[in-house]
């Protein structure tokens, strides 16, 4: 079964935009929750990691929250730019190191349009 | 320039052929991952090694298997490639530490026809 559920699937805004993108997982335990941007064709790239109950992180027009209790994360973009587009991945680490595992959700496709 | 590089980018076999698969890494990561990307799914390790022939099964290694004898270098083989094979097939290296953000290379797209 899969562990990390992300919402919505995909997603089309504006340019100029704002937008939410959800991440609900069942992972225990639950070390840190890290969101990863995938540009079309090209690897995943690290955008911000949050490690405690109820972190923010700010990473430019990227911000993030993690609510442990809930096992939910939110991921928002403002102000959207057409480079925004791409697929956005919540991996879930189980361990704080690299002996343990992480956990990826499928992803959001987001797609801005002008 | 912090990269891990995968070669070759594309690839296309037929069903029985045997698949290599290289990375490289330039950082001195001790630790190395091989994952597939299907479509709809998350990603799935297939084989983590912890350093030098430190190698551990993932959770589909089922038709895989690894080679790491130098740190900055780790190869997955495909003996004998099937259709189900077909995927995108990324690396990634990281320190132990905690916490550390895995460095992806650009992924080898594999058609196994």
């Known amino acids: 079964k899969t562990q990390v559920e992300q919402s919505p699937q995909s997603l089309v805004v504006r340019q100029g935009e704002n937008c939410v993108l959800q991440?609900?997982?069942?992972?225990?335990?639950?070390?840190?929750l890290r969101w990863f941007k995938q540009d079309t064709g090209k690897g995943l790239v690290s955008l911000t990691v949050?490690?405690?109950?109820?972190d923010k992180t700010s990473n430019g027009r990227y911000s993030a929250t993690l609510d442990k209790d809930a096992k939910h994360s939110t991921l928002h973009i403002t102000a959207t730019l057409l480079d925004d587009t791409a697929t956005y991945i919540c991996?879930?680490?189980?361990?704080?190191?690299?002996?343990?595992?992480?956990?990826f959700g499928a992803g959001t496709q987001l797609i801005v349009i002008p | 320039d912090m990269k891990v590089t995968q070669m070759p980018r594309y690839l296309i076999k037929r069903m029985g052929e045997n698949v290599l698969l290289e990375c490289g890494q330039d950082m001195s990561h001790e630790t190395m991952y091989w994952y597939r990307q299907d479509p709809g799914l998350g990603l799935q390790l297939i084989y983590i090694?912890?350093?030098?022939?430190?190698?551990s099964e993932g959770d589909i290694p089922k038709g895989y298997r690894v080679s790491r004898k130098k740190r900055e270098h780790f190869s997955l083989i495909l003996d004998s490639a099937k259709t189900n094979q077909t995927s995108v097939y990324f690396c990634a290296s990281s320190f132990h530490a905690a916490n550390q953000a895995p460095l992806f290379g650009e992924g080898t797209r594999l058609s196994v026809l």
């Open positions: 949050l490690v405690h109950e109820n």
């Open positions: 991440c609900n997982y069942s992972v225990t335990p639950d070390n840190h």
């Open positions: 090694s912890y350093d030098v022939d430190s190698n």
């Open positions: 991996v879930v680490g189980d361990r704080g190191s690299a002996l343990g595992r992480l956990h």
